[in-house]
């Protein structure tokens, strides 16, 4: 472990965690604590992106995902290297799991699929003519790429993230899997697509 | 279409340590950022996920939000 110089209040915080008895407890009960204001404070934040229906559920969301953020740190001790403060490091945690959740819970009653009328409204408004006719190809150079070159996975990740608004964590639920495997395939896909528009004669769509 | 939706649709070829390599320097980078000190370029990289991104992003945000109130509340 590459372990950087930590600050007195971090080390304390691993020396409980990492102890036996009493002190190990009472600072497990402290960053419990901690997770469950972070995850409340978290669905304050994006209460908002909820639909009314799901706001009653919150409160026991973020309990759950503060005990996953609970325990994700105690199973990632050894790797907090000491870059940031224990305790902005530990909240790292409570966010990603709160959010995820509450991303996921947002979406529950709506349906993931693949609609290919979104295609029709992603030209502009009122560009200048020149630019629409420019972006008219490039939009039919893109839409017959996404087509063509990328699987059926592909396809459906690509649309549902970059034109549906998807989450990436609903849709890593859905197809049973994690927010970096969704990622990775999206990646993949628009590497895959900047390199067929390229090939096209569409230049560098985007630095 | 516009510059942003096409980045949206295409994002950057920059270098992409996708979500979890990102999620490593993710603390480090609200600190940062926090105190005001500038960049090292090794965060070059997550920066480029930051803008690929978008539930990563928004963690990061939540973090450094958090981050700011504490320091509001401390200092108030």
């Not at chain 1, 009328?117 to 939009?139: G, K, S, Y």
């Not at chain 1, 017959?144 to 964590?169: C, K, N, W």
């Not at chain 2, 939540?62 to 504490?70: D, G, N």
Request: hydrophobic share 40%; net charge negative.
């Amino acid at each position: 472990m590459n372990t950087l110089a930590i600050d007195q209040e971090s080390a304390e915080w691993l020396r409980d965690l990492q102890g036996n008895g009493a002190a190990r407890e009472h600072a497990t009960a402290r960053l419990h604590a901690l997770l469950i204001r972070v995850a409340r404070g978290e669905a304050s934040r994006r209460r908002s992106t909820l639909p009314g229906r799901a706001i009653e559920d919150v409160d026991d969301l973020c309990v759950q995902a503060a005990s996953d953020a609970l325990m994700a740190v105690l199973a990632k001790l050894g790797t907090y290297r000491g870059a940031a403060r224990f305790t902005t490091w530990a909240c790292k945690f409570a966010i990603f799991e709160t959010s995820t959740r509450l991303r996921r819970h947002a979406w529950r009653q709506r349906k993931v699929e693949l609609d290919d009328t979104i295609w029709d409204r992603l030209p502009d408004a009122a560009p200048p003519v020149l630019q629409r006719l420019e972006n008219d190809q490039l939009i039919v150079a893109l839409h017959r790429a996404v087509r063509d070159h990328l699987t059926e996975r592909q396809r459906f990740i690509f649309q549902s993230v970059t034109m549906d608004d998807v989450p990436i964590d609903v849709l890593a639920e859905r197809l049973g899997t994690s927010r970096g495997a969704i990622y990775k395939t999206l990646h993949d896909a628009r590497a895959k697509l900047r390199r067929v528009l390229i090939e096209a004669g569409h230049g560098e769509p985007v630095s | 279409m516009t510059e942003s939706q096409l980045q949206k649709l295409l994002g950057s070829t920059a270098p992409d340590p996708g979500c979890e390599g990102s999620g490593e320097f993710m603390d480090e980078y609200c600190e940062l950022v926090c105190s005001g000190e500038p960049l090292p370029d090794r965060f070059a990289a997550f920066l480029t996920h930051m803008a690929n991104c978008v539930a990563c992003r928004e963690d990061t945000e939540s973090l450094l939000a958090l981050l700011l109130e504490q320091e509001k509340t401390n200092t108030g």
